[in-house]
């Protein structure tokens, strides 16, 4: 810790390094769970019910089996094509064996995480805390992917990161009291879930899914309650905006669901690193106390 103290800059140097490399595996995660899940969903319906004879792949499939491979010539990648960003800039964004466009997000993701831990290591102490944010800020880059991808927020991300939140109030390496975890916990949860049910009550519709519940209950147990009306003040501002630009680029109608984990994630990591300065700023220049 000390060479920290000598190198202030070294700590956010080593994070957004360390956020490059981690950004490289969140591509594989953002990939491979869903389809995980899928699979898993199937073997299960397939046991509970096998008159239906449901096709089942039994192909071994998880995270690090089989090797990444191009989608289109499904050629193997080499070492070389792994090196976060720099693979890409030197392939030119295509395969290396038939030339198939790689999509951009792969590095844009890779630089986001490396960013985002570059953020938190400027704006935080070294401490376990500190590197525990910055994990926390890999699940959240992981379950927004993957609910824009497929409007999904899975549970092997929501779950852990809930428990692991109340864990550090717990043993006290959060500054957040383990009351402030658990309300917000709590609250996090009933708060959206109110909504869902008022909501199907009045319109006989599904307004958002269970993953919001517990994604926004994670961030209770991480940020504690207070940070709760900021959080959805935040993510249903940037989600109007953004889901209305969304839909109107897809030419759909409002009646097209679109999901709401990012916003929520996007809120919460927000509210994080610039939560105090925001309730200044509103307090003093809005409510002019």
Known sequence: MELFEYYPWLYPFLAGIFGLIVGSFLNVVIYRLPIMMEREWKQDCAETFPELNIPLNNDKFNLSVPRSTCPKCKSPLRLIDNIPVLSWVLLRGKCHQCQNPI???????????????????????????????IFFSFAL?????????????P????????????????????????????IGTIAGYLCLWSVYWIFKIVTGKEGMGYGDFKLLAALGAWLGWQHLPMIILLSSFVGLIFGL??????KQGLEKQFPFGPYLAIAGWVSLIWGDQIMVWYYSSVLGI
């Open 103 to 133: 999509s951009v997000r792969y590095p844009l993701i890779e630089l986001l995480t490396a960013s985002m831990s570059a953020i938190i290591a400027y704006y935080f102490e070294p401490s376990y805390y500190s590197i525990a944010l």
């Open 141 to 153: 880059i992981a379950a927004t992917f993957i609910d824009l991808d497929t409007m999904l927020l």
């Open 245 to 250: 630009i969304q839909l109107r680029m897809q």
């Open 155 to 182: 549970d092997q991300i929501t779950l852990p990161l809930t428990w692991i939140g109340l864990f550090l109030a717990l043993i006290g390496l959060s500054p957040v009291s383990l009351q402030d975890a658990v």
